[in-house]
C-alpha cells in the first residue's frame, strides 16, 4: 500500500506563484508515476500533470498550452516527492488539488491511478 500526504496550498492573489508536494510512503517502488489532478467548485475532477520515474512529463493534452507556461512539475525520487510549482496563477485555478500515483507510466485516465492524496485547497483571489 502507498500513503501520499500533500503539503502547500492556500490563498493567493492572482499573478503569485504557489508550490504543492506532495510526499510518498510504504510501498513506493511500485510508483511509477506521480501526478497532480485538480477539482473546482462544481466540477469534475481534472488531470493537470503527471511525471514517470524516468521524468517523462506529460500534460493535460486539452488544456496544455495554459499549463505548460505557468506550472512545472518535478520529482525528487530519493525522498518519494512530486512538486507542483504553479505560477501566475489566476482565479481559475481555484480547486483542490490532488496527488496521484500508479504503478504504470504517465497516463491522463483518473480511473487509472491507484494511490491518491487527502487534497490541497488553492484559492487564488482576483
Known amino acids: 500500500q502507498v500513503s501520499l500526504v500533500e503539503s502547500g496550498g492556500g490563498l493567493v492573489q492572482a499573478g503569485d506563484s504557489m508550490r504543492l508536494s506532495c510526499t510518498a510512503s510504504g510501498r513506493t517502488l511500485s510508483l511509477d508515476s506521480m501526478g497532480w489532478f485538480r477539482q473546482a467548485p462544481g466540477k469534475e475532477r481534472e488531470f493537470v500533470v503527471a511525471i514517470s520515474w524516468s521524468g517523462h512529463i506529460l500534460y493535460d493534452p486539452d488544456n496544455e498550452e495554459n499549463l505548460r507556461g505557468r506550472f512545472t512539475i518535478s520529482r525528487d525520487n530519493a525522498k518519494n516527492s512530486v512538486y507542483l510549482q504553479m505560477n501566475n496563477l489566476k482565479p481559475e485555478d481555484t480547486a483542490v488539488y490532488y496527488c496521484?500515483?500508479?504503478?504504470?507510466?504517465?497516463?491522463?485516465?483518473?480511473?487509472?491511478?491507484?494511490?491518491w492524496g487527502q487534497g490541497a485547497q488553492v484559492t487564488v483571489s482576483s
Open positions: 496521484a500515483g500508479r504503478s504504470g507510466s504517465v497516463v491522463v485516465a483518473e480511473d487509472e491511478y491507484e494511490y
